[in-house]
């Protein structure tokens, strides 16, 4: 029998078991004590920036849960985003990007990957004629997020991994929302995923990580190169908290889910907002398309206000007891921030009247404390409006 998904990353050891500990040892080491000369100069691991057991570990489960050939480990999120990027365009070439991109991500596009000579054109995630307009012959790669970072749009994988492949430009996603656990693109086409293992995989708000995750030999060596040329690897301290968030990471995202959707069923209904942006409920634009290609949702969505005064905002921030205020997401506590300097306003696609959009990660509290201090805020807004 196969055995399900959420058992095999729990029990996955790739290593078999060599060592009385479930979790394997995190060695610390740059050198790496070789037993003959020949050796040092052999096809096996002479270096510690090539990753030791931890790392392997790690890779094994990555690789188990998005159904990855090989698996490249970063420092970042953002690091994984860059190198999936540089890995597969060369001076000269184009790529086209979702415009709701992560914000690094983007300014990776326009300053660093221009400066290599790659010039990025930005399309509407909503917007397929919009993607096919921006394709030129120079094209090489279109970089998604799904769903897009703090507006929740969904593009349609399927109908862009059809188009693209018919024209030999790969595709690449930003799988970081649903942890490899609600979607899997490299089974839909997909040719790289990437994560940043910081927010779910970590779960804990105490370490940084990405992985880069590809389907093909071909597309697997340019990453595995261009890794190493650049240097970059993930401290074992670092892989072995990514590895132990990993092992939770069904059981925790099943409560981020159910909680984010109960928080968004009794944010709908109160009359200080005016839209939830939550692809899997059926008011959103992308439901369909979501529904489609995720078997879940995570712990974060947006909603937009109705339009306030500047000290009524900072009114409900200010006093958040449980909710922080903070950037990232993915840990087991509640966050929320106004959503600034948006590419793309919710107004643009979804009809809301550009009161300010406040996104929120539901963490792992008990659902009605999370309320309670919401209503607290809404209440300290209506008094300063
Ligand atoms: C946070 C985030 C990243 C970057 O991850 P870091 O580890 O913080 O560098 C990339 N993509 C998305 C969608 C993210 O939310």
Redesign the pocket.
């Known amino acids: 029998m196969t055995r399900k998904p959420r058992t095999r990353l729990i029990h996955k050891r790739e290593g078999g078991r060599i060592h009385p500990t479930v979790n394997p040892p995190v060695e610390r080491g740059s050198t790496l004590l070789l037993d003959t000369s020949d050796e040092l100069y052999g096809a096996g691991k002479t270096y510690g920036r090539m990753g030791l057991s931890v790392h392997r570990e790690l890779e094994a489960a990555l690789r188990d849960l998005e159904d990855a050939q090989a698996v490249q480990l970063t420092s ?3 690091t994984a ?1 860059a190198l999936a990027i540089a890995s597969i365009t060369r001076s000269g070439d184009h790529i086209v990007a979702q415009d709701s991109l ?1 914000g ?2 983007r300014r990776f596009c326009e300053r660093r990957l221009k400066a290599m000579g790659v010039e990025t054109s930005f399309f509407p995630p909503r917007d397929f004629e919009a993607l096919e307009a921006a394709l030129t012959p120079k094209t090489r790669a279109v970089f998604l ?1 799904t769903p897009g ?1 703090l507006t929740f749009e969904c593009p349609d994988l399927l109908r862009i991994v059809e188009f693209a492949k018919a024209r030999n430009v790969r595709v690449v996603v ?1 799988n ?2 649903s942890a490899g656990v609600f979607l899997q693109p490299l089974t839909l086409g997909v040719d790289v995923s990437v994560q ?1 293992l ?2 779910y995989v970590g779960g804990h708000s105490d370490a ?1 990580g ?1 992985a880069v995750m590809s389907g093909d030999p071909s597309t697997a060596r340019l990453i595995e190169r261009t890794a190493q040329d650049w240097g970059l690897s993930a401290s074992p301290d670092d892989a072995a908290l990514l590895l132990r968030g990993l092992r939770t990471l069904h059981t925790r995202l099943d409560h981020h889910q159910e909680q984010a959707s109960t928080l968004a069923d009794w944010l709908a209904v109160r009359s200080e907002v005016e839209l939830i942006l939550h692809p899997a409920r059926p008011d959103h634009p992308d439901h369909e398309i979501w529904a489609r290609d995720f078997s879940g949702s995570s712990g974060l969505f947006s909603a937009v206000l109705k339009p306030t005064s500047e000290t009524g905002l900072a009114a409900f921030f200010d006093g958040l007891e449980l909710f922080g205020l903070g950037f ?1 997401w993915g840990g087991f506590e509640s966050l929320a921030i106004p959503a600034r300097n948006l590419r793309r306003l919710p107004g643009d696609w979804s009809g809301a009247s550009g009161g300010e959009l406040v996104r929120f990660h539901v963490g792992l509290e008990d659902i009605e404390d999370l309320k309670d201090d919401l209503a607290r805020a809404f209440e300290r807004l209506v008094r300063a409006d």
Do not use: I
């Open positions: 970042s999120g953002l985003c992560y690094p991500t997020e970072s930003d970081t929302w940043a910081t927010k940084f990405g990232s």
